[in-house]
């Protein structure tokens, strides 16, 4: 797996807006607009977490390059 050369070529997920609450009809649609909303989170989590595992590597890269020669 390769790391991009730019961390602005692999951005960190950004989660999603949450309807206000006046947006919802109150009329029982299925689904209604919190349950796709919470879908969405759900895959921002998911997002973010691979997003996390990808940036990984380039942290403990940064941090070994920070470190003073012993």
Known sequence: MSLPLHPEDDPRPEPPERPNDGDCCQSGCSPCIFDLY????????????????????????????????R
């Open 38 to 69: 919470a879908e969405e989170v759900q895959r921002w989590r998911e997002a973010l977490a691979a997003w996390e595992a990808r940036q990984a590597p380039r942290h403990a890269a940064e941090a070994a390059e920070a470190e003073p020669p």
